[in-house]
């Protein structure tokens, strides 16, 4: 079974352009989760969904950043306008349900530079 | 709130040698604690959960971590190191409010094995 697929790996863009990235939960889970990964911040929530209808978006950063889960299969991050402090891997992650007790699983993460 | 705390931020040790990573926790409901393993250019994975019952458990990889209320620690150990143990390792702990699973990673502990 393919797991949990983001696009793209990497991305490159300069300050002020709109950046979106995509994520593509495993079939059948119902909660998606978006983390980002920074050196200096190390893993931090910034949004979750369940059902498709985000349930705790206290860890976006600002309003700059935006995300959409229009159905089951699909979520998006955007970022508009990017700042190089934006620079970081952004992981997506999925689970089967929204029990404490449910395996998150990861994809590979998209590594954004913001020149 | 939940969060938890890896001493360590980098371990070395030799092939073959006792894998020790330590993580304490605070939480003020019985927390679950989670080890996942970050191989470099991936996603995280799932190495063992602790949720309720047996105090040690045992994951993937011949790794295992014991639950200490008394010491509010859920340590990780593996008797003999390979190589293919390299990696990044985080604890996490789960924040039950609301009954998901929201996740509070730690800043994670970089593992090297020498030969």
């Known amino acids: 079974d393919a797991g949990v697929i983001q696009s793209p790996r990497h991305e490159v863009t300069e300050m002020g352009q709109e950046v979106t990235l995509r994520c593509k939960p495993i079939s059948g889970h119902n909660s998606l989760f978006w983390y980002r990964q920074t050196m200096m911040r190390g893993l931090e929530l910034l949004i979750y969904?369940?059902?498709?209808?985000?349930?705790?978006d206290s860890g976006m950063p600002e309003d700059r950043f935006s995300a959409k889960m229009p159905n089951a299969s699909f979520s998006t991050l955007k970022i508009q306008p990017s700042e190089p402090r934006d620079s970081a891997v952004y992981f997506c992650a999925s689970s089967l349900a929204h029990s404490i007790t449910d395996t998150q699983y990861f994809g590979p993460g998209t590594r954004l530079t913001v020149l | 709130a939940q969060s938890v705390t890896q001493l360590g931020s980098h371990v070395s040790v030799s092939e073959g040698a006792l894998v020790l990573l330590r993580c304490n926790y605070s939480?003020?409901?019985?927390?679950?604690l989670f080890w996942y393993v970050q191989y470099p250019n991936q996603g995280l994975q799932l190495l063992l959960k602790y949720t309720t019952g047996a105090t040690l458990v045992k994951g993937i990889n011949g790794f295992e971590a014991e639950f200490k209320k008394s010491e509010t620690s859920f340590h990780l150990t593996k008797p003999s190191a390979h190589m293919s143990d390299a990696a990044e390792y985080f604890c996490a702990v789960s924040d039950q409010r609301g009954g998901g699973n929201k996740l509070t990673f730690g800043t994670g502990t970089q593992l090297k094995v020498e030969l």
């Open positions: 939480s003020s409901v019985p927390p679950y």
């Open positions: 969904f369940n059902n498709n209808v985000p349930i705790d």
